[in-house]
């Protein structure tokens, strides 16, 4: 007795043994995939989910690749997840995000323990450094990033051998400019068509003229108008296609029914033929061997009919199986849209700043004219425009050991000492911002 409790304690001991390693196999995975060190998630911030859940059944970890994936967080600070919907990652950093979307997924399933979830961070928003700097432009941004080396990125201070006062670099940033407002016109006809797809309409109109259009917006919609008709007849050719099997199927089983009723008919035959064999061999009219002959006959009708009933099993098991692809079919369709409407947003909020961005630079090198010359060596002074909440974005007076955020302008101004400068207490100010460590 005490031998055989011995072994069960065994058992159970080395079961949980194994269990803890296997957990331990998928922690060092998913560890692997996010292993930077959390911190807050900004606007247009690019982020990979990844989910694994543990199955008893085949005793190991498996991963949710459809709930899983990259996301970008919207301006609103957002992201939508399959299941979930929206989800506000403001205040949140990966870490608390990845337990909120766990903990949400338990809620909604029903399961029994949470699924193991990480929250990697593949991009945040990029920087920009403008004003007299080398090489003023856009930059990525990663965690700790400090004016100083923003102002590194951006080529140092600006020499005057290397002035943006030629036309050269005018005529270049006007060009930039030009670019930029083609590719806003080009996202914002490329997020009504996804809109329209989204609500399922049958045709998408163009957005009105603006001050963003250019002369190629008519050929920029015509295209999106193909790629629109494109997808929706490939969706209808899909969907005709699951519905003329799912006939078929139909059809199939209602000759198979037919069949079986004929088969019916026949077995009851015979049954009459084998009682009527039966009387005349009991009354010696014919011989015993003429039994044997109808029942091989039944028999055979009747391994018919299991035949059929199988046959019309399968073929409504298909119907089932057509119904579920129809469906899913539209489900999938549906979050893809959802997805790359997303991305198009956050695209198109990017390709706004850096138009307001170059807009600002190329107003300063017309006004500004040539450097200040002084006696004594000239004196940066550093701004940094955040976006707010709302539309509005604060300047804010920065040091070189100030912390920049994703999406920053830092905007970089060459004084002369002996020009008045912004109060002393106001370049003291230092901008604090939570950002991600510099181990990201």
Do not use: C
């Not at 298909?318 to 849209?337: M, V």
């Not at 695209?347 to 961005?357: A, C, G, N, P, Y």
């Amino acid at each position: 007795m005490h031998e055989k409790q011995r072994r069960v304690r065994s058992s159970k001991l080395l079961s949980g043994i194994s269990r803890a390693i296997t957990f331990a196999v998928a922690a060092s995975f998913l560890t692997g995939v996010g292993s930077a060190v959390a911190g807050p998630l900004f606007p247009n911030t690019k982020i990979r989910l990844t989910l694994v859940q543990w199955m008893p059944t085949k005793g190991s970890y498996e991963q949710w690749a459809t709930v899983g994936g990259e996301y970008t967080v919207s301006e609103e600070g957002t992201i939508s997840v399959p299941l979930l919907g929206p989800i506000s990652v403001e205040q949140l950093d990966e870490v608390s995000l990845a337990s909120s979307i766990a903990k949400r997924l338990k809620e909604k399933i029903g399961l029994v323990d949470e699924p193991a979830a990480t929250v990697e961070v593949l991009k945040y928003p990029p920087i920009y450094v403008v004003g007299d700097v080398e090489k003023p432009g856009e930059y990525d941004f990663h965690g700790g990033i400090t004016v100083l080396q923003a102002l590194a990125l951006g080529g140092g201070q600006r020499r005057a051998a290397s002035s943006l006062q030629g036309s050269t670099d005018v005529t270049r940033m006007a060009g930039d400019l030009r670019e930029i407002d083609d590719s806003i016109v080009r996202s914002t006809v490329k997020i009504a068509r996804l809109k329209a797809e989204l609500a399922g309409e049958k045709t998408f109109q163009g957005p009105k003229e603006s001050s963003d259009a250019t002369a190629s917006s008519d050929a920029i919609y015509t295209q999106e108008q193909t790629i629109f008709s494109a997808r929706a007849n490939e969706l209808t050719r899909q969907s005709k296609s699951l519905t003329t099997l799912r006939d078929l199927l139909s059809e199939e089983i209602k000759v198979l029914e037919e069949k079986t009723t004929s088969t019916d008919l026949n077995i009851a035959s015979v049954q009459q033929q084998l009682d009527s064999t039966i009387a005349l061999i009991e009354k010696g009219a014919i011989v015993a061997t003429r039994q044997a002959e109808v029942e091989r006959v039944m028999r055979g009708y009747q391994n018919d009919r299991l035949d059929l009933t199988v046959a019309i099993m399968r073929a409504r098991q298909s119907i089932s199986q057509t119904t579920r692809d129809l469906e899913g079919l539209y489900d999938k369709r549906q979050t893809q849209i959802a997805s790359d409407l997303q991305s198009e947003q956050a695209t198109m909020s990017q390709l706004r700043v850096k138009k307001e961005t170059t807009q600002k630079l190329l107003t300063e090198i017309l006004s500004s004219g040539s450097a200040v010359e002084a006696d004594e060596p000239p004196r940066l002074q550093f701004t940094i425009v955040r976006a707010g909440k709302t539309e509005k974005s604060a300047e804010v007076a920065a040091s070189e050991t100030s912390a920049m955020a994703p999406g920053d302008v830092l905007k970089v101004t060459l004084r002369a000492t002996s020009q008045p400068l912004a109060s002393k207490s106001a370049d003291a100010v230092e901008v604090t911002v939570s950002t991600p460590d510099a181990g990201q």
